[in-house]
Structure formats: structure tokens, C-alpha cells
T-cell receptor
Framework: SQQGEEDPQALSIQEGENATMNCSYK?????LQWYRQNSGRGLVHLIL?????REKHSGRLRVTLDTSKKSSSLLITASRAADTASYFC????????????FGKGTRLSVIA | GAVVSQHPSRVICKSGTSVKIECRSL??????MFWYRQFPKQSLMLMAT?????????EQGVEKDKFLINHASLTLSTLTVTSAHPEDSSFYIC??????????FGQGTRLTVV
């Protein structure tokens, strides 16, 4: 089953602008991860944030996690046309051999 | 990180035929692998958990007799879509859990049933 919602479902911005995507989940989590998927292709792991962390950075990516609100956000700064893709959050409830539960995803279009 | 190889990347088959999809863990042994399905413009949904040396466990609503999973070795899991129908057309992707929290995904298989 899916954890919850991501918003917006679709986002269109100009190159150079920042893109913010949000993810909400329903149950307690161990970790939350963000993945990117180019059209009809495999997943690319972007960043992982643990349940005891509040913010994490990686290059142009900034992820926040608010466990009290069961939500996370992904910020992509200075967007590029190559960032056009679908972005999914995924959660797990324990480390190890547990599957990921994916959000519905946000389709980001960056217009050059 | 681990490399997961999934094959084929694309397959078109006739309705009523069966299709086998392979998922290989190239870097380390995997006692567990996961199979997901993604319909167009939707998210990934877990179909089943593949367990080496034992039966797979299926998510609710996934027909175990239609989606046969075999995990005969620590590096290979196969998903066979039996008697495929057009509604089975989807993107199928496997994953191998890492030693930490990160999962490693195959490249995915685009199945089209005509």
C-alpha cells in the first residue's frame, strides 16, 4: 500500500528557479528517501534522511523531515532542464530486509 | 553501491503467453528481493517479496499463480507473468535491500501485452 500523498502532483518551473516537493506519510518510519525517475526508466537514489534527522543537504538538494507532521520536503535549487523527471519519496519502517513504500510522486518539468 | 541487473528492459508479448523477467544482484548475495509494479503515471507498488529458498510472499490483490516468483539462488530472482493479458502491461522493477537503509533497483522492465 502507499504511504500517502505527494504534492504537487505536477510542477512546472523555469530553469534557474527552485522546486519544492512535499511528501506526507501515514505510519511511523525508520528512514525516508527520495528517488528520481526519468520517464519510464529506473530509479535514481537522491538522498536518505533518518527519522532522527531534521534536515539534510546534498549538492543542490535539501531535504527536511518533520516526524511530528509525518511529512518531508525536497527542495531543488537552481533547477536545470535535466532535472525534469518524476520524484518519489519512499519510506521504510526498519532497516534491513523491508520493502519501501512509495508516495504518489511529483512530476517536475523544468523549462529552459 | 550494489549493482542490480534486470533483464529484459523491454518486452512485447502476445496475450496468453508467459514472460520471464530476471533480477540479478551482481555485487552481493541477496536473501530477499522485492518486486514492484508501476502503471503509467502512477507510483511504484510492491507486488511481492522474493525469499531465497522459500516461497515468495505476495501483497494483497496480487495473484500468486499469475505472477510466479522463483528465488533459486542468492543472486537471482525471476518473475514470470503467466498467461499475460493487456492489463498486465506495466513497468516491473526489482530491488535488493542494502546492508543499510538504501535499496538498489534494477533498470526495470517495460512489459507490453498485445
Amino acid at each position: 500500500s502507499q504511504q500517502g500523498e505527494e504534492d504537487p502532483q505536477a510542477l512546472s518551473i523555469q530553469e534557474g528557479e527552485n522546486a519544492t516537493m512535499n511528501c506526507s506519510y501515514k505510519t511511523s518510519i525508520n528512514n525516508l528517501q527520495w528517488y528520481r525517475q526519468n520517464s519510464g526508466r529506473g530509479l535514481v537514489h537522491l538522498i536518505l534522511i533518518r527519522s532522527n534527522e531534521r534536515e539534510k543537504h546534498s549538492g543542490r538538494l535539501r531535504v527536511t523531515l518533520d516526524t511530528s507532521k509525518k511529512s518531508s520536503s525536497l527542495l531543488i535549487t537552481a533547477s536545470r532542464a535535466a532535472d525534469t523527471a518524476s520524484y518519489f519519496c519512499a519510506t521504510d519502517w526498519a532497516s534491513g530486509n523491508t520493502p519501501l513504500v512509495f508516495g504518489k510522486g511529483t512530476r517536475l518539468s523544468v523549462i529552459a | 553501491g550494489a549493482v542490480v541487473s534486470q533483464h529484459p528492459s523491454r518486452v512485447i508479448c502476445k496475450s496468453g503467453t508467459s514472460v520471464k523477467i530476471e533480477c540479478r544482484s551482481l555485487d552481493f548475495q541477496a536473501t530477499t528481493m522485492f518486486w514492484y509494479r508501476q502503471f503509467p503515471k502512477q507510483s511504484l507498488m510492491l507486488m511481492a517479496t522474493s525469499n531465497e529458498g522459500s516461497k515468495a510472499t505476495y501483497e494483497q490483490g496480487v495473484e500468486k499463480d499469475k505472477f510466479l516468483i522463483n528465488h533459486a539462488s542468492l543472486t537471482l530472482s525471476t518473475l514470470t507473468v503467466t498467461s499475460a493479458h493487456p492489463e498486465d502491461s506495466s513497468f516491473y522493477i526489482c530491488s535488493v535491500p542494502g546492508q543499510g537503509a538504501e535499496a538498489f533497483f534494477g533498470q526495470g522492465t517495460r512489459l507490453t501485452v498485445v
